[in-house]
């Protein structure tokens, strides 16, 4: 079991920033692939950006250039920057180790009102 512990999400109007953190337990951490998902509301989980353990990120077509994904293997997180949010942004976000996903946090949500 890794425990993967996510935050940082809540409530913001359209155009609006946050930030969301996922915290990993440390050897695992350092030599995965991780990734942040999301699921809107009646939909699919879909990819939203990844990054490999040297740091290469890929993204959504639907979030390049609003969102940005960083890890800090010192503290064993990721991270997801979310800029110029949409109501379209609105759902629940999971980070996941590996790829295939292995393990995946418990989620949290993020709503963008307009």
């Known amino acids: 079991q890794v425990p993967l512990v996510e935050s940082g999400g809540g409530l913001v109007q359209a155009g609006g920033s946050l930030r969301l953190s996922c915290a990993a337990s440390?050897?695992?951490?350092?030599?995965?692939?991780m990734g942040w998902y999301r699921q809107p509301p009646g939909k699919q989980r879909e990819m939203v950006a990844t990054?490999?353990?040297?740091?290469?990120?890929n993204y959504a077509d639907s979030v390049k250039g609003r969102f940005t994904i960083s890890r800090d293997n010192t503290k064993n997180t990721v991270y997801l920057q979310m800029n110029s949010l949409k109501s379209e942004d609105t759902a629940v976000y999971y980070c996941g180790l590996g790829t295939p996903v292995g393990y995946w946090g418990q989620g949290t949500q993020v709503t963008v009102s307009s």
């Open positions: 990054i490999t353990s040297g740091g290469t990120t």
């Open positions: 440390g050897n695992i951490f350092k030599l995965n692939f």
